[in-house]
């Protein structure tokens, strides 16, 4: 079997007239860390949305392939159930839906089991004690009242719990503190096992210095510019992204 | 004959056709076995005579005195076919803290309810009430509240629908620093007819209130929502507030919202804030892309709207029973 996880090929998608992707290929393999960096507007998040299936988003071209199945037509709720996950750049409140709750049918329907409620929730407190997150959280509406660390914390913990063979995480790590970054790296590292894989779209070298990244790609106006090693993320730390455009003029 | 209920305090435009609701007069009870549970034995069903003294022609009732309550009251009703017309007086005593949950099943042709409270000093009683497990044509529930000072009375209802349901709820703030406040959730399906009257006078000094409603119709569901703060005079450094919140299912469902505040005093805060929606893109997305199907989800976003009420009430086989109603809700 081939070791390929995601194959998204050629990919253009628009939202109302706009077309944000203009043609945007990936391939992760099983086990690797890759980053999507590029200026604020670029495409990051739609790009993260499109793989994710969100309705918003109409894909005009191109295919999206996953353990060699072809997802394209596949609704989110599917694509979940085959192991993506998308860590929303914005998470959603959802007054009258406890945190624990919406985690426990979340991963009743990803695994198609049942998850009895004593056994679940002595693992989902093991996930928050590890994130250092308080457990009465749990019992709180999802995502309400949350400061914006901890809404992001909310996330990895149901990354955390729904162990996805590839996370998708939206800036996760923007507006984080320095031991919260640290936290959160830890998170992903703990899913990370040889085999599952992650998609990082970060702004910050902090949390690519945990993460060991092995391959950077720069998105710029809807089109990948580059891809290359984690030796890009320095440059682009130190000289922004002018540089790519300009070279790609040429 | 037909009567006229709900009348709102202050009509406006006929057409818009919120200004009362109408209800069909019985000529005469339908007979049917009528059974009526009630969880603590201190408390006393109301002689039929009684009833009968009061202007209010009732088949059952129970007259409370929340000093005699060893804790949470049940009372159940439960019709197989006949009319039911239940009347209960609630004292809630100088000083006590207590809690009734009041249900009602089976098949109830014409349902009648009211509830009179008087809450003294000092009190603070929690009254809640499920509608709709029975199956009814035609269904009023009343409550008549009167809060002293420094009382506090909270009304937890669910309305799970009936051909056609009216609630109403007129609560005097009397006492100085006394509250109220209502906190309800709605389902409506098929063609289901809900009006819905809360009517709060802040007669007393430093006064606090308030509402709120919120819940889900689908098919071709109508819900008229009429809530009423009125701030008499007296009722100076009194607080009010509203709030309602409709999810929309269906195209087909009518939603008409009647806040109405109303002052004649000066010193006073009162607010409202009406919301009316399809559901939101996002929220389904969100929960979608954790893997749970879009019924499901649908199912999770229309459960979320009366969580708040239901994870009030204290009786595990009642919140069983709200999540098999909503199962349902959604299939149909
Ligand atoms: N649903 C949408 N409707 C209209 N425009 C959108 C929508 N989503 C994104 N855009 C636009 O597409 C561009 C890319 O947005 P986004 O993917 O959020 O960028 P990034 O995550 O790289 O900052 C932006 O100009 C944004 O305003
Ligand atoms: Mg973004």
Redesign the interface.
């Known amino acids: 079997m081939s070791d390929i996880l995601l194959e998204v090929s050629d990919i253009r998608a628009s939202a109302g007239d706009k077309e944000i992707l203009k043609g945007v290929s990936l391939i992760i393999k099983k086990g690797e860390v890759h980053v999507l960096m590029g200026p604020n507007g670029a495409g990051k998040s739609t790009f993260a949305n499109v793989i994710m299936a969100h309705p918003g988003y109409t894909v005009t071209k191109g295919s999206i392939f996953f353990e060699g199945a072809d997802i394209s037509r596949e609704s989110a709720d599917q694509r979940a159930r085959r192991g993506i996950f998308m860590s929303f750049q914005q998470a959603v409140e959802i007054p009258g839906i406890t945190l624990e709750n919406f985690i426990r049918s979340s991963k009743a329907a990803v695994t198609g089991q049942n998850q009895p409620i004593l056994k679940f929730r002595k693992q989902l407190y093991s996930y928050m004690d590890a994130l250092d997150m308080k457990r009465a959280y749990a019992g709180r509406y999802l995502n309400v009242g949350f400061s914006g660390g901890e809404k992001k914390k909310s996330e990895i913990l149901q990354m955390s719990a729904l162990e996805p063979k590839l996370a998708i995480l939206d800036e996760t790590d923007s507006g984080l503190d320095v031991d919260a970054v640290k936290i959160v790296s830890e998170g992903v590292k703990r899913l990370l096992d040889g085999e599952r894989s992650v998609l990082i779209i970060t702004h910050h070298q902090r949390i690519l210095q945990a993460l060991a990244p092995d391959f950077v790609h720069v998105l710029v106006g809807g089109r990948i510019l580059m891809d290359s090693g984690a030796s890009l993320v320095e440059k682009i730390a130190s000289e922004g992204y002018k540089w790519l455009s300009e070279e790609a003029l040429v | 004959m037909q009567v006229k209920t709900n009348v709102l305090p202050a009509p406006t435009w006929r057409y818009i056709g919120v200004n009362y609701d109408t209800i069909e007069q019985l000529e005469k009870f339908r007979q049917g076995n009528i059974m009526a549970k009630c969880s603590d034995p201190a408390v006393k069903a109301i002689a039929p005579e009684k009833i009968a003294e009061s202007d209010a022609s009732a088949n059952c009732g129970y007259m409370i005195d929340t000093a005699e309550l060893s804790g949470t009251l049940r009372i159940e009703y439960f019709s197989d076919g006949g009319d039911l017309a239940d009347y209960s007086i609630i004292t809630a005593r100088e000083g006590t803290d207590a809690m009734a949950v009041f249900t009602c099943g089976g098949d109830v042709h014409f349902h009648n309810g009211l509830t009179r409270i008087i809450a003294e000093k000092n009190s603070r009683l929690t009254l809640i009430k499920i509608h709709g497990f029975a199956r009814s044509e035609q269904a009023v529930d009343s409550i008549l509240a009167n809060v002293g000072e420094n009382a506090e009375l909270n009304i937890i209802s669910l309305e799970l629908g009936g051909a056609h349901s009216l609630t109403n709820y007129q609560i005097e703030l009397d006492g100085e620093a006394s509250r109220a406040f209502i906190d309800s959730a709605c389902l409506a399906k098929g063609r289901e007819v809900m009006d819905i009257s809360y009517r709060i006078n802040h007669r007393g000094k430093n006064s606090v209130s308030s509402i709120t409603c919120s819940g889900a119709l689908k098919g071709q569901a109508r819900k008229t929502f009429k809530g009423t703060l009125d701030f008499r005079k007296g009722s100076s450094g009194s607080k009010g507030s509203e709030i309602e919140n409709v999810t929309l299912l269906d195209r087909g469902v009518v939603s008409r919202s009647v806040p109405i505040i109303l002052c004649t005093e000066d010193d006073v805060e009162g607010s409202h804030a009406a919301s009316a929606g399809r559901i939101d ?3 389904l ?10 019924e ?2 649908r199912r ?2 229309v ?6 009420v239901v994870d009030k009430i204290p009786f595990e086989d009642l919140r069983d029973g709200v999540n098999i109603y909503l199962e349902n809700y959604m299939c149909d």
Do not use: Q
């Not at chain 2, 997305?285 to 879009?294: A, D, K, V």
């Open positions: 893109e996002d929220v997305f969100y929960i979608t892309s954790r893997g749970i199907p879009m499901e989800a999770l976003i459960f979320s709207k009366i969580a708040p």
